[in-house]
């Protein structure tokens, strides 16, 4: 007798918050991590049904045209832009991300880096485990204090709303650039709209980007947008990495255009610069925005939830706004 059961692939393993849920009514096939995925996927997107991607695998349109049987792709990510969407919509493909989950924990890591940015927390750490702590010193390790300062958001969307919330209790002024007005979370937080992005790189002290990457996002910040900002101003990026000038951006924390930079996401993941890498007055972690337990336990479950929507018949609860 043939298996009648939906095969749901999945390109690296996830929590099993979510997997237990689909394994009740599902057959579920977890990639193996250490060989191509791509090659994987040519050869069992065949008989999928599902499919579970990170956003570091491209579902492009060759491997759909693999995938007769394919209804759903879930993306395990709030981005989507590892999927073309264009060639999932002719083929009645149904595609959804996991917002909301993340914000807290992204915007919670935005904080965390501006603080060890500003306060060479990084550096102090290093001095201590080598043993060269010379005992407290007037000028020693000076940084810079961010209460009462200038914190300007590019994107006020969840995580741009959430990293504007905490920026309160450090009594900032809080500038924000975003495609859309937000009148009432104005309002609630005390935030000045900016139109033009220009505006608010030349008032900052910190600059977070929370934008999604797009083809407008692509490079938003190069040559012009760094020569805007303050030569004592930081840059914090957990969004995505091209949306930043990746080569720029070095040239401007080597040359001191800007302060600093602490960078959560990168040009070519998980490939780094080595010229990155060395530089004293940028703080780097691998993708972490959404690591805590909580937010990935949540994501799998909204993973699953979109999954069994789709194999019911009906609209997914995260159906990405293109597809609506």
């Known amino acids: ?26 057959d579920i096939k977890i990639l193996d991590e250490t060989i191509s995925i791509k090659s994987q996927l040519q050869e069992l997107l065949p008989t999928a049904d599902f499919l579970i991607p990170l956003l570091s695998v491209d579902i492009t349109e060759d491997l759909m045209d693999l995938a007769p049987s394919l209804r759903g792709i879930a993306n395990y990510a709030v ?15 149904l595609v959804t991300n996991t917002p909301d989950v993340l914000t807290n924990a ?13 306060r060479r927390i990084v550096e102090g750490d290093t001095i201590c485990r080598d043993n060269k702590f010379p005992g407290w ?58 139109e033009n992005l220009k505006d608010v790189l030349k008032e900052a ?14 490079h938003l910040i190069s040559e012009r947008e760094f020569e805007i900002m303050k030569p004592s101003a930081y840059l914090i990026n957990t969004a995505r990495g091209k949306v930043i000038n990746e080569k720029v951006l070095i040239n401007a924390l080597k040359n001191k255009v800007i302060a600093g930079a602490a960078l959560d996401v990168f040009y070519d993941e998980p ?10 007055n940028v703080v780097l972690t691998p993708h972490i925005g959404s690591a805590t337990t909580q937010a990935r336990n949540a994501m799998a479950k909204m993973v699953a939830d979109n999954i069994l929507a789709i194999e019911r018949g009906d609209q997914p609860p ?3 706004p293109e597809l609506k």
Not at 1 to 25: A, F, W, Y
Not at 106 to 118: E, K, N, P, R, S
Not at 162 to 177: E, P
């Open 1 to 26: 007798m043939m298996n009648s059961r939906p095969l749901v692939l999945c390109t690296h393993s996830i929590p099993e918050t979510g997997l237990n849920i689909l394994k009740k009514s599902m």
């Open 79 to 93: 981005g989507y832009n590892n999927i073309d969407i264009n060639s999932a919509k002719k083929r009645n493909i």
């Open 106 to 118: 992204t915007a919670d890591l935005v904080w965390g880096l501006i603080l060890t940015v500003t």
């Open 137 to 194: 010193l007037p000028k020693y390790l000076l940084g810079f204090e961010i209460t009462g300062k200038t914190l300007g958001i590019i994107g006020l969307g969840r995580i741009g709303t959430a990293v504007a919330k905490r920026a309160y209790g450090f009594d900032m002024r809080v500038l924000y650039h975003s495609r859309t007005r937000k009148h009432s979370i104005e309002a609630e937080y005390n935030l000045v709209f900016k």
């Open 205 to 218: 002290d910190i600059i977070s980007i929370n934008v999604p990457y797009t083809s407008e996002t692509h």
């Open 271 to 280: 490939s780094i610069p080595t010229e990155l890498r060395e530089l004293k």
């Open 318 to 320: 995260n159906l990405i």
